[in-house]
Antibody, heavy 121, light 107 residues
Framework: QVQLQESGPGLVKPSQTLSLTCTIS??????????WSWIRQPPGKGLEWIGY???????YYNPSLTSRVTISADTSKNQFSLKLTSVTAADTAVYYC?????????????WGQGTLVTVSS | DIQMTQSPSSLSASVRDRVTITCRAS??????LNWYQQKPGRAPKLLIY???SLQSGVPSRFSGSGSGTDFTLTISSLQPEDFATYYC?????????FGQGTKLEIK
């Protein structure tokens, strides 16, 4: 059973960089079978896809965030990470990591529990 | 960006009711449509992918249909554990946008 766990600071100051890590267990990021994604949800609002990464390092980002987002992978630790620069209060959200169950259909079949990141001074 | 619009935004129903939630895309997305269920404080759970394929482990009372721009999620007989918020998500274009959600509440 695949399990995902997000980790990182819960509070980030405006204009700084948000950094989160997702640790995968029960599966290997190096297997090459799946993409690995970040999705966020502002409090009380809907879901927004941020981007995903393939084990080879290929990345794909939401066009609305591409100038501020970097997703990277550490295959030795079976982790992937999110960096979001120049954050504002609008970036306050629960951040989820998730597995893309199919590269053809792009659905998210396994999710972490989520971690709330608040942008505030 | 492809916009996804769900209706209704909220819905009250009773146990054993048959419920239908609609999702409309701003342009044709073929069958690239997925449905999720989210309970408060929890991550979303995949129910249906590719418009009508039931995810493993999801009860058969959940079904999906549609193609092009109009899609439906149907729960054939509501159970107490089904009261939650439901989201559609298009996977036709890379913004992979979600609908705004439909909150299903107990009547």
């Amino acid at each position: 059973q695949v399990q995902l766990q997000e980790s990182g600071p819960g509070l980030v100051k405006p204009s700084q960089t948000l950094s989160l890590t997702c640790t995968i267990s029960g599966g290997s990021i190096s297997s090459g079978d799946y993409h690995w994604s970040w999705i966020r949800q502002p409090p009380g609002k809907g879901l927004e896809w941020i981007g995903y990464i393939y084990f080879s390092g290929s990345t794909y980002y939401n066009p609305s965030l591409t100038s501020r987002v970097t997703i990277s992978a550490d295959t030795s630790k079976n982790q992937f990470s999110l960096k979001l620069t120049s954050v504002t209060a609008a970036d306050t959200a629960v951040y989820y990591c998730a597995r893309v169950g199919s590269s053809s259909w792009v659905f998210f079949d396994y999710w972490g529990q989520g971690t709330l990141v608040t942008v505030s001074s | 960006d492809i916009q996804m619009t769900q209706s209704p935004s909220s819905l009250s129903a009773s146990v054993r009711d048959r419920v239908t939630i609609t999702c409309r895309a701003s342009q044709s997305i073929s069958s690239y449509l997925n449905w999720y269920q989210q309970k408060p404080g929890r991550a979303p759970k995949l129910l249906i992918y590719a418009a009508s394929s039931l995810q493993s482990g999801v009860p058969s009372r959940f079904s999906g249909s549609g193609s092009g721009t109009d899609f439906t999620l149907t729960i054939s007989s509501l159970q107490p554990e089904d009261f939650a918020t439901y989201y559609c998500q298009q996977s036709y274009s890379i913004s992979y946008t979600f609908g705004q959600g439909t909150k299903l509440e107990i009547k």
